[in-house]
């Protein structure tokens, strides 16, 4: 899942002295619906026991439990900045004795991406709330080979009995006390050699994926009693890598008979055969697995068999999901990993692997039989909805390691995917007509990274760029959108702008991923079409990037070629008036980015400035979000206030004000009075009120984005690196009065009069100040060493951490 975010994120975690304390105000939260997901779904469990409950992990976007009307109930939104690695959830395991219980391992990474050790978080209530066991190592929710499991098992016969499966070459873990407490299993010693890329220097593919799977033998005990036997799958190749202990987990041997050719995916039991199915592939996944194949373990007769669903030129592809089916014991399903053209692949078999029956089957080629009807009705952008026999468009789906059967219900079944939850109530009808339903089940997983937000002054209320999905125009808050941007179509939207004075122009760009070249598209309808812009060159991509207030102009701060300014969609050519900060610094070029002077203004000691915001309607009023605090200038930065009390500030908003005409209302994501957390200052930043609660934390506050309705007082909208889009209203008065600062941090920049709390209004920022030829900048984005300020007779518009632009 996408996670480029995070990783800068870490940087910014530092925490200053308490110097103010802020007052807290309810907010009303909810996420802004994307209805299908949007992300990986590597895990789905039923509970054996208890009718209707059941829950899926995501890489980036927590957990979710499911309810009864097959939507799904996010578990984790209380994670904060503190606790954003919980929202990587690498194992889960629900209890077959205390159906209440449930218990997810999470932690985000097992490289330097998350510098914390994982945890086994622990609930009694079906997740409603969570005690926290940490743990001695990391955990990968969000790392290669997240989709083998589960990793994480509870003892059948004694639910106080746990094992989990660790990564990096940390073995298997138990515990005795409900995970509470965890042991390391010293005498199982075969903890994994695969390992996806040595050479990759970050870590990320270059550590041991380890144990893939915990399996009990509910058959072999009795209730109340630890259960004698357990299998273990762990990822290696080449080698033993299927193991059982018959003494509760004191010894092991490797399982007698295997065939170690590739790693196994999954170990899924059927009590009634007293069979273990075992998928395997060539790779961790979830992105790979050319080559695989499907085992059965006879575990009476100690016989392994070959079921492989196909052969020959028809396996090109691993397999990772496995089902089956408690109420019809010999039946089984499986799924392809990965399956990518011309479509992901699912089998069925009734009679325990001896004949199989595919979800699609070719014809004479080109034609292709599939055995399905399709629904995108909670999520219309996955569409097109209907049955697509296009060659080359999946449509069942991809990185397909979650799959699962209804326990008590042999019609339902779902299965993960790599964009959302697919499944449906008529899977025995596979078996007689052979042609089921299949829908978008993924209602209420909002499992998305929010790479940029805008909330124009007219038209629809709000416009997302997304990794993975592209990025919406979201016409309702309420309502899943109908498509994703198009013409041209990027899996990852980079960052988006509109034109301040003609807000129906939008501007995005796009990561490198489109066929069509070029990575910057525009619209004059608010989103609805769109137009290559044809002045960018091929194959350079991402970065930053701000439109001119009357749409005629785009300044991109490009990841590989840096700032490209084009007028009226020209060729786009380096450099012309910047604008921005480095360091400590503020700058300003009015040559064309020939030469660069700093003004006067400081950041104070600040190393890294992460977003510049200006008010729309005050020339030269700039607020400035960085690693040390939030500064203040009302004269384009020739001088500088430090807000008191901020410590440390993220992204940054402009709202609707509190009084009609008097000052927009300022939040922002920052660390006040010594609490990392999210506020609202209608003052400018004189007093704030804390608008998060202990129920929704957001994750990592430095990962996520920010834009402010300017037509509705109070509203924000927040976009998270993993649960998606969240819009906030106010629902109740504040609850107390700010506490007076105890202490200040100050600029360098000598204040003066002209920097007061509340600017004075020197010009307005409308058409009538701007010529017919907008002078326009850009900042340099990230690492930029040079600068900005607007020139004499400009006014700044900023609309990124990234861009302004003098006007």
């Given at each position: 899942?996408?996670?480029?975010?995070?990783?800068?994120?870490?940087a910014a975690l530092a925490v200053s002295p308490i110097a103010q304390a802020a007052s807290a105000q309810s907010y009303a939260w909810n996420n802004v619906k994307i209805g299908g997901g949007g992300g990986f779904v590597p895990g789905i469990v039923f509970n054996p026991s208890?009718?209707?409950?059941?829950?899926?992990?995501?890489?980036?976007?927590?957990?979710?439990?499911?309810?009864?009307?097959?939507?799904?109930?996010?578990?984790?939104?209380?994670?904060?900045?503190?606790?954003?690695?919980?929202?990587?959830?690498?194992?889960?395991?629900?209890?077959?004795?205390?159906?209440?219980?449930?218990?997810?391992?999470?932690?985000?990474?097992?490289?330097?991406?998350?510098?914390?050790?994982?945890?086994?978080?622990?609930?009694?209530?079906?997740?409603?709330?969570?005690?926290?066991?940490?743990?001695?190592?990391?955990?990968?929710?969000?790392?290669?080979?997240?989709?083998?499991?589960?990793?994480?098992?509870?003892?059948?016969?004694?639910?106080?009995?746990?094992?989990?499966?660790?990564?990096?070459?940390?073995?298997?873990?138990?515990?005795?006390?409900?995970?509470?407490?965890?042991?390391?299993?010293?005498?199982?010693?075969?903890?994994?050699?695969?390992?996806?890329?040595?050479?990759?220097?970050?870590?990320?593919?270059?550590?041991?994926?380890?144990?893939?799977?915990?399996?009990?033998?509910?058959?072999?005990?009795?209730?109340?009693?630890?259960?004698?036997?357990?299998?273990?799958?762990?990822?290696?190749?080449?080698?033993?890598?299927?193991?059982?202990?018959?003494?509760?987990?004191?010894?092991?041997?490797?399982?007698?008979?295997?065939?170690?050719?590739?790693?196994?995916?999954?170990?899924?039991?059927?009590?009634?055969?007293?069979?273990?199915?075992?998928?395997?592939?060539?790779?961790?996944?979830?992105?790979?697995?050319?080559?695989?194949?499907?085992?059965?373990?006879?575990?009476?007769?100690?016989?392994?068999?070959?079921?492989?669903?196909?052969?020959?030129?028809?396996?090109?592809?691993?397999?990772?999901?496995?089902?089956?089916?408690?109420?019809?014991?010999?039946?089984?399903?499986?799924?392809?990993?990965?399956?990518?053209?011309?479509?992901?692949?699912?089998?069925?078999?009734?009679?325990?692997?001896?004949?199989?029956?595919?979800?699609?089957?070719?014809?004479?080629?080109?034609?292709?039989?599939?055995?399905?009807?399709?629904?995108?009705?909670?999520?219309?952008?996955?569409?097109?909805?209907?049955?697509?026999?296009?060659?080359?468009?999946?449509?069942?789906?991809?990185?397909?390691?979650?799959?699962?059967?209804?326990?008590?219900?042999?019609?339902?079944?779902?299965?993960?995917?790599?964009?959302?939850?697919?499944?449906?109530?008529?899977?025995?009808?596979?078996?007689?007509?052979?042609?089921?339903?299949?829908?978008?089940?993924?209602?209420?997983?909002?499992?998305?990274?929010?790479?940029?937000?805008?909330?124009?002054?007219?038209?629809?209320?709000?416009?997302?760029?997304?990794?993975?999905?592209?990025?919406?125009?979201?016409?309702?808050?309420?309502?899943?959108?109908?498509?994703?941007?198009?013409?041209?179509?990027?899996?990852?939207?980079?960052?988006?702008?509109?034109?301040?004075?003609?807000?129906?122009?939008?501007?995005?760009?796009?990561?490198?991923?489109?066929?069509?070249?070029?990575?910057?598209?525009?619209?004059?309808?608010?989103?609805?079409?769109?137009?290559?812009?044809?002045?960018?060159?091929?194959?350079?991509?991402?970065?930053?990037?701000?439109?001119?207030?009357?749409?005629?102009?785009?300044?991109?701060?490009?990841?590989?070629?840096?700032?490209?300014?084009?007028?009226?969609?020209?060729?786009?050519?380096?450099?012309?008036?910047?604008?921005?900060?480095?360091?400590?610094?503020?700058?300003?070029?009015?040559?064309?980015?020939?030469?660069?002077?700093?003004?006067?203004?400081?950041?104070?000691?600040?190393?890294?400035?992460?977003?510049?915001?200006?008010?729309?309607?005050?020339?030269?009023?700039?607020?400035?979000?960085?690693?040390?605090?939030?500064?203040?200038?009302?004269?384009?930065?020739?001088?500088?206030?430090?807000?008191?009390?901020?410590?440390?500030?993220?992204?940054?908003?402009?709202?609707?004000?509190?009084?009609?005409?008097?000052?927009?209302?300022?939040?922002?994501?920052?660390?006040?009075?010594?609490?990392?957390?999210?506020?609202?200052?209608?003052?400018?930043?004189?007093?704030?009120?804390?608008?998060?609660?202990?129920?929704?934390?957001?994750?990592?506050?430095?990962?996520?984005?920010?834009?402010?309705?300017?037509?509705?007082?109070?509203?924000?909208?927040?976009?998270?690196?993993?649960?998606?889009?969240?819009?906030?209203?106010?629902?109740?008065?504040?609850?107390?009065?700010?506490?007076?600062?105890?202490?200040?941090?100050?600029?360098?920049?000598?204040?003066?009069?002209?920097?007061?709390?509340?600017?004075?209004?020197?010009?307005?920022?409308?058409?009538?100040?701007?010529?017919?030829?907008?002078?326009?900048?850009?900042?340099?984005?990230?690492?930029?060493?040079?600068?900005?300020?607007?020139?004499?007779?400009?006014?700044?518009?900023?609309?990124?951490?990234?861009?302004?632009?003098?006007?």
């Amino acid at each position: 899942m996408f996670n480029s975010k995070i990783i800068a994120a870490l940087a910014a975690l530092a925490v200053s002295p308490i110097a103010q304390a802020a007052s807290a105000q309810s907010y009303a939260w909810n996420n802004v619906k994307i209805g299908g997901g949007g992300g990986f779904v590597p895990g789905i469990v039923f509970n054996p026991s208890e009718k209707g409950v059941a829950y899926a992990r995501t890489d980036i976007g927590g957990a979710y439990k499911l309810n009864s009307d097959d939507s799904w109930t996010p578990l984790l939104d209380f994670a904060d900045n503190s606790r954003w690695n919980y929202w990587g959830v690498d194992a889960l395991a629900t209890d077959p004795v205390q159906t209440n219980r449930l218990y997810l391992a999470t932690g985000a990474y097992t490289n330097s991406f998350d510098p914390n050790n994982g945890q086994i978080l622990i609930s009694t209530d079906y997740g409603k709330t969570f005690n926290v066991s940490k743990l001695s190592f990391k955990v990968g929710g969000n790392m290669p080979g997240r989709g083998m499991g589960e990793r994480l098992a509870i003892d059948p016969n004694s639910n106080g009995i746990l094992f989990f499966g660790a990564r990096s070459g940390n073995g298997l873990w138990k515990s005795t006390d409900f995970g509470v407490t965890w042991t390391k299993v010293s005498s199982f010693t075969n903890t994994g050699t695969y390992v996806p890329d040595p050479t990759d220097t970050s870590g990320y593919n270059s550590d041991i994926i380890g144990i893939s799977w915990v399996t009990f033998d509910q058959t072999s005990g009795t209730s109340g009693k630890a259960t004698p036997r357990i299998f273990v799958g762990v990822a290696s190749l080449g080698a033993n890598n299927v193991f059982v202990s018959n003494d509760a987990g004191s010894t092991w041997s490797a399982v007698a008979g295997q065939n170690n050719t590739f790693i196994p995916h999954k170990g899924v039991l059927s009590p009634a055969e007293k069979t273990l199915y075992v998928s395997y592939s060539n790779g961790a996944g979830p992105y790979d697995g050319t080559l695989g194949s499907l085992y059965k373990y006879n575990i009476t007769s100690g016989v392994w068999t070959d079921i492989t669903p196909v052969s020959g030129s028809d396996l090109y592809f691993g397999f990772g999901g496995v089902a089956v089916d408690l109420q019809k014991p010999g039946t089984i399903m499986v799924a392809a990993l990965n399956s990518w053209w011309p479509d992901g692949q699912i089998f069925r078999s009734t009679d325990s692997g001896t004949t199989w029956s595919p979800l699609w089957a070719w014809g004479d080629y080109p034609e292709i039989f599939k055995y399905y009807s399709y629904s995108d009705s909670n999520a219309p952008w996955i569409g097109p909805n209907y049955v697509d026999t296009t060659l080359g468009d999946t449509q069942i789906g991809w990185m397909m390691e979650a799959l699962v059967i209804d326990p008590f219900d042999s019609n339902h079944w779902l299965y993960g995917t790599g964009e959302t939850v697919y499944g449906g109530h008529d899977l025995l009808t596979w078996d007689t007509v052979h042609n089921v339903t299949i829908q978008s089940l993924a209602n209420g997983i909002e499992e998305t990274s929010i790479q940029g937000l805008i909330s124009p002054p007219s038209g629809p209320s709000l416009l997302s760029a997304v990794g993975d999905v592209g990025g919406f125009v979201h016409n309702s808050l309420t309502t899943a959108p109908s498509t994703e941007f198009t013409n041209p179509t990027w899996s990852t939207t980079a960052n988006i702008d509109f034109a301040g004075n003609q807000p129906s122009n939008i501007v995005r760009i796009g990561t490198g991923d489109s066929s069509q070249g070029k990575q910057v598209a525009i619209s004059t309808d608010y989103g609805v079409t769109w137009s290559q812009d044809y002045g960018a060159a091929d194959n350079v991509t991402g970065g930053k990037v701000a439109f001119s207030a009357n749409g005629d102009t785009v300044l991109w701060n490009s990841a590989s070629n840096g700032p490209l300014v084009s007028q009226y969609t020209n060729a786009f050519l380096n450099n012309s008036i910047f604008y921005g900060a480095a360091t400590s610094k503020f700058y300003l070029s009015t040559n064309g980015a020939q030469t660069f002077a700093a003004t006067a203004g400081s950041l104070g000691n600040s190393t890294a400035p992460f977003k510049v915001i200006v008010n729309p309607g005050v020339t030269g009023d700039v607020w400035v979000s960085t690693d040390v605090g939030l500064f203040h200038s009302i004269n384009s930065g020739t001088t500088f206030t430090a807000i008191s009390g901020v410590t440390q500030a993220w992204a940054i908003a402009l709202g609707a004000p509190a009084k009609t005409g008097g000052y927009p209302a300022l939040f922002a994501a920052a660390n006040i009075g010594g609490v990392v957390g999210y506020y609202r200052s209608d003052d400018t930043g004189a007093t704030w009120v804390q608008i998060n609660d202990a129920a929704h934390g957001f994750g990592s506050a430095s990962s996520n984005v920010l834009t402010a309705d300017p037509r509705i007082y109070g509203r924000v909208y927040i976009g998270t690196n993993g649960r998606g889009i969240f819009y906030g209203d106010i629902s109740g008065s504040a609850t107390s009065t700010t506490v007076t600062p105890t202490s200040t941090t100050s600029t360098t920049a000598k204040t003066t009069s002209t920097t007061s709390t509340t600017p004075t209004t020197t010009s307005k920022t409308t058409t009538t100040t701007k010529s017919s030829t907008p002078t326009t900048t850009s900042n340099g984005g990230s690492g930029w060493t040079g600068p900005t300020a607007c020139a004499s007779g400009s006014t700044c518009q900023v609309s990124n951490p990234f861009y302004s632009q003098c006007i």
